[in-house]
């Protein structure tokens, strides 16, 4: 395949477009309308693991966008977040924010992070990733002060958090690549594509 295919992402995630943008790819946003909602509700009750429900949803992005896309590799991605075996989702407004960072205070939660690519309907290639996180045990104020400084921000991230912004001083240890943690395994999604050039080796 030549450097000439393209590339599509599934997802309306302005955080993965950015870092695709800014390592130089180029590349077309096709979101899907999946019901992702209804994975994770199935994959729950079969007892599934967390990493299991992401690479799932990553795939049925991928699979789902590839298949009327002939030709593009279709990249797609999901996260999630687990603590103490629960799963989180994104909250829906401030007081869900402020709920989530005091269920995660001075706990550490894995961010299960899957990437998939998909070409002509099938999956070719996926990873996954287990970043783990924790966060410091921060006062009351701290979230009120926290949360206002984050702004609206706070409800586009199933943590609550941006760590490339004010959500980096909720933590006292990270165990993962920065790429993953902000949504994306970057690093190994470009070893595939150079593999296959897509990209320039």
Request: aromatic share 6%; net charge neutral.
């Given at each position: 395949?030549?450097?000439?295919?393209?590339?599509?992402?599934a997802?309306?995630?302005?955080?993965?477009?950015?870092?695709?943008?800014?390592?130089?790819?180029?590349?077309?946003?096709?979101?899907?309308?999946?019901?992702?909602?209804?994975?994770?509700?199935?994959?729950?009750?079969?007892?599934?693991?967390?990493?299991?429900?992401?690479?799932?949803?990553?795939?049925?992005?991928?699979?789902?966008?590839?298949?009327?896309?002939?030709?593009?590799?279709?990249?797609?991605?999901?996260?999630?977040?687990?603590?103490?075996?629960?799963?989180?989702?994104?909250?829906?407004?401030e007081?869900?924010?402020?709920?989530?960072?005091?269920?995660?205070?001075?706990?550490?939660?894995?961010?299960?992070?899957?990437?998939?690519?998909?070409?002509?309907?099938?999956r070719?290639?996926?990873?996954?990733?287990?970043?783990?996180?924790t966060?410091?045990?921060?006062?009351?104020?701290?979230?009120?002060?926290?949360?206002?400084?984050?702004g609206?921000?706070?409800?586009?991230?199933?943590?609550?958090?941006?760590?490339?912004?004010?959500?980096?001083?909720?933590?006292?240890?990270?165990?993962?690549?920065?790429?993953?943690?902000?949504?994306?395994?970057?690093?190994?999604?470009?070893?595939?594509?150079?593999?296959?050039?897509?990209?320039?080796?």
């Amino acid at each position: 395949m030549s450097s000439a295919s393209k590339i599509i992402l599934a997802s309306a995630s302005k955080s993965r477009a950015s870092l695709l943008r800014a390592a130089g790819v180029n590349f077309e946003i096709v979101p899907t309308n999946a019901d992702e909602d209804a994975v994770k509700h199935t994959m729950k009750a079969k007892g599934a693991t967390a990493a299991a429900c992401a690479e799932a949803l990553a795939e049925l992005k991928a699979v789902h966008v590839s298949a009327s896309r002939p030709g593009s590799f279709v990249i797609g991605a999901d996260q999630m977040l687990e603590c103490d075996g629960a799963w989180f989702d994104k909250p829906a407004d401030e007081n869900g924010a402020r709920s989530h960072l005091r269920k995660l205070r001075d706990k550490t939660h894995v961010l299960p992070t899957a990437v998939c690519v998909a070409l002509d309907g099938i999956r070719i290639w996926h990873y996954v990733a287990l970043p783990k996180l924790t966060m410091r045990a921060f006062s009351e104020s701290f979230v009120e002060e926290y949360l206002k400084a984050a702004g609206p921000a706070v409800t586009t991230s199933v943590g609550a958090y941006q760590l490339e912004g004010p959500g980096a001083q909720l933590f006292s240890r990270i165990e993962g690549d920065f790429f993953t943690i902000l949504g994306l395994p970057l690093l190994e999604l470009l070893t595939f594509l150079r593999e296959k050039n897509v990209v320039p080796a």
